[in-house]
């Protein structure tokens, strides 16, 4: 078997309160193969954004280790290209800087122009080689997220790491992002880990998502994994007979079993599981159990 490329071991994230501990997430348990695109997905507060700090070097684990490549992680590293819900980017910079600013730093024994040819083309491919030279306020906010996602993938990381990237945005330009990310990461697989609340979002973009259960002390409830062919387009992905089905299974976690702990949850879990089996004998989700 193919060693992990991520190895999460028993995070845990808590914080001190006048009543004790207050625990976030817990004993949280997670390998990554590279060249894997894993989605987080729960309710909002059950944890998914603190397990990504944590892995951004962001938020200082409590108790745990994560590995990345063979080596323990411990704060942020340009080895880690992290998207957030809002691109946080310079305004007094154009979109060409905010990008060339880590470039630069990175990639500091390239030579100018190659450095000026790594932005030009992470710009281009995210469809802002006519608008680089602006400034963010000129920008609308999908374009400042494609400077955004240009920014992280330009630095070459191991590992891309997406906080609800496309959660401020449209429908419709939502939805022109996600093609656009899944594009950008077909042409080098980068190892991702997004979180996202949308269950047709994590269908259409990931290899396997991972359900968390709900807060207080969040922890990995269930991994599904999704074996729709790649390359992807939506249609053909919505069109899949095992769309709807999945879809189902991912929106009954939520609403009946996400706030389940232990042995009742993997009770749950085997109960979903033959109740599936019963109406399509192929349907093999893949369960988490401790």
């Not at 990461?185 to 994590?202: F, G, I």
Request: glycine share 6%; proline share 6%; charged share 25%.
């Amino acid at each position: 078997m193919t060693h992990p490329y991520v190895e999460l071991s028993k995070l845990t994230k808590s914080y001190p309160t006048p009543k004790g501990p207050a625990v976030i997430v817990r004993d949280f348990d997670l390998e990554i193969q590279r060249g894997e695109f894993i989605t987080l997905i729960g309710h909002s507060g059950c944890g998914k954004s603190t397990v990504l700090s944590m892995l951004a070097g962001l938020s200082e684990l409590t108790t745990g280790a994560m590995i990345l490549a063979g080596k323990e992680v411990r704060g942020a590293g340009p080895d880690r290209g992290v998207v957030f819900q809002s691109p946080s980017l310079l305004p007094w910079l154009t979109a060409y800087e905010n990008v060339a600013l880590g470039v630069n730093q990175v990639f500091y024994t390239a030579t100018k122009l190659e450095r000026q040819q790594i932005v030009e083309y992470y710009l281009a491919i995210v469809g802002l080689a006519d608008a680089m030279h602006k400034k963010p306020a000129e920008l609308s906010q999908g374009m400042r997220q494609r400077v955004g996602i240009a920014r992280a993938f330009a630095l070459s990381p191991k590992m891309l790491l997406l906080d609800e990237p496309f959660g401020m945005l449209d429908s419709l330009t939502r939805y022109e992002l996600q093609q656009v990310l899944i594009e950008l990461w077909r042409r080098d697989k980068r190892t991702a880990l997004m979180v996202t609340h949308d269950v047709d979002e994590a269908l259409f973009l990931s290899d396997r998502i991972v359900m968390m259960t709900n807060g207080p002390a969040a922890e990995v409830g269930d991994i599904l994994e999704v074996k729709f062919p790649r390359p992807r387009e939506r249609q053909a992905v919505m069109a899949h007979p095992d769309y709807y089905r999945l879809r189902e299974h991912l929106i009954t976690f939520l609403e009946e079993r996400s706030h389940l702990k232990g042995e009742a949850r993997v009770a749950s879990q085997k109960a979903a599981a033959a109740a599936l089996a019963v109406s399509d004998p192929a349907f093999e989700p893949q369960f988490i159990s401790r």
